[in-house]
Each structure stands twice: as C-alpha cells, then as structure tokens.
C-alpha cells in the first residue's frame, strides 16, 4: 500500500510488520499532528489521485520503504494477528481449519491455528492481506524506483539517514523499538513446519529474499537439510 504525504513530498510504502506504526507516528509528529488521529486524514493513497497525479508524484517525491526478512515477518505476523488480535483472523481462521481439519470444524468454534497450519495454508499460494502479502506485490519495487529502501534489521542506523535524506530530522527522531521476533524465535517456530511446506513457500516469496538482500530461506536452511 503506497501512502502519500503531499505536505512533506513523501511516499511511503506500508509494509505491515515493518515498524509501521512507529514510522506513521514519526511522520505524524515531524508535521504536529496529533497522536492517535486517522492515518487516511494525514496520508491519501497513491491509488486515489488521477493517472497524471500518480505520475508526477512517482517522480518527484521521496520514496521509501522498510522491510525484514520474509520468514520473520511472517512467524510476527502470525504472533500479532492469530495471537494477540484473533478477532482479526476469525474468518482466515474458519477457512483454514476447513482445509486442514474439517473434522474440527464448528461452525461457533474459536478454530486456533497453530502457526505450521498457517505456513501449510499459505504454502499453498492461498489469497494473501497486506500483512502477509509479498513486498514485490505491495510496493512494486520493478516499477517504482525507491529513493531509500531500509531493513528492519538495522532500522537505528537506516532510520537516522532515511530522516536526513527526507529533510526532516531537524524535526523529529527515530524512538527505539523492540523486536521481540529474533532469529532464535524463527528456527524453533518453523521447525514444527514439513520442509515441504517451508519450500513451497520459500517459492512464492523468493523475490523478496532476492530482491531485497536475504539469503534464501537463510533463517532456516539448517531444518531443510
């Protein structure tokens, strides 16, 4: 999803499991907008501006995005979404034990997915949302020529030049935040996955490992053996 800030020339593709929250609040605060306020009245997507609008923008704004590698956004996203959020997931969640387990099936159940169900339903090249949707297919990075294309693995260091090159880190500066989803966490979580189901997805997100600097399937290459 590409969000566009008129007021500072940026545009910034959103990358859900990326620090997007931080990044909105910093963006936010660099123009004294107050916290908590609706995303849409800050930011416009590029979708909504006419064909002539988009162009100009493309080529004349500053562009960026963040990513992390795949595996790990992926096991965080699960974390957040089939976790701490389950509402969100209520529907993905029905589909999925039908596919898997239909013998558990109620039509009332709360149906918890256990994060390999996840990876299995996904392996399968099922419709994806935007938080575990490629980076290829969100930002478009073949046909939008990214100004500064940042990782969540050195997020202090790229964030403070990412600010100076938007020209507002007079303005604002980069809070520090906690990944609580490391490497460590990544190799025990997929180690309850069938490497089957590890390659097929490694398949469907190879352009993001490749892309954007990631060793293919690297986090868990030691499982694949």
Known sequence: MLAVDDDLKLIYCVVPKVGTTTWKRVIAKSRKIRPGINRWIMWRRLSNYTVEERNE???????????REPLQRLLSAYKNKFIQIPSYTSELRKEIVQALRPQDFKPNGKHFVQFQEFIQYLSNNMPRNQHWRQYEKLCHPCVINYDFIGHLETLEEDAA??????GIDGRVTFPPIHNSTGPSDVLENYSHVPARYIRQLGEQYRNDFEMFGYEYLGPVRTLLN
């Open 161 to 166: 030049l990412l600010l100076k090159m938007a």
């Open 57 to 67: 923008r493309i080529k004349t704004y500053f562009k960026f995005v963040f990513v």
